[in-house]
């Protein structure tokens, strides 16, 4: 299974947000939405960077309550680790694994087309194991 099937379940919406709204605005909009990240929009490419929970606390941790008045910008994790359609589901858990990362973007040909969560990658490979564990079982009793 690669990220185009993963997608093609799940859906292709992915939450953006500029860079230059505020930390409350992202708050606000992860409470919302009932997710972990989000795509900051507002330069260059097909996004300019990831703001997660752990930016959030962390930024909290340093500042307190006046993060909530910092820019997207300011927060944002710039160095985003993307996919692509044609990424397979094992190699994706690896990086998000090696990476320690939980969200990852996919880009196809400089467009932003899905966001992938690892929570999507672990779903999708235990229905996939699901239907092995079907399939032998159907084998073993065939017999």
Do not use: W
Not at 60 to 76: I, N, S, T
Not at 114 to 123: C, P, R, T, W
Not at 125 to 138: A, F, I, K, S
């Amino acid at each position: 299974m690669n990220v185009a099937n993963l997608l093609a379940t799940k859906g292709r919406d992915v939450a953006t947000i500029n860079q230059e709204r505020s930390v409350h605005d992202a708050i606000a909009m992860l409470k919302e939405r009932g997710i972990g990240a989000l795509v900051v929009t507002g330069g260059t490419g097909p996004l300019t960077g990831m703001l997660s929970e752990r930016d959030v606390v962390r930024a909290f941790a340093r500042e307190g309550a006046d993060a909530l008045d910092l820019r997207v910008a300011a927060l944002m994790t710039t160095a985003v680790i993307t996919c692509h359609e044609s990424t397979s589901l094992n190699e994706l858990m690896t990086t998000m694994t090696d990476k320690r990362i939980r969200h990852v973007p996919v880009v196809e040909n400089g467009q932003l087309v899905g966001l992938v969560s690892i929570g999507d990658v672990v779903k999708a490979r235990v229905g996939e194991l699901e239907g092995e564990r079907r399939d032998l079982l159907e084998y073993v009793n065939a017999r």
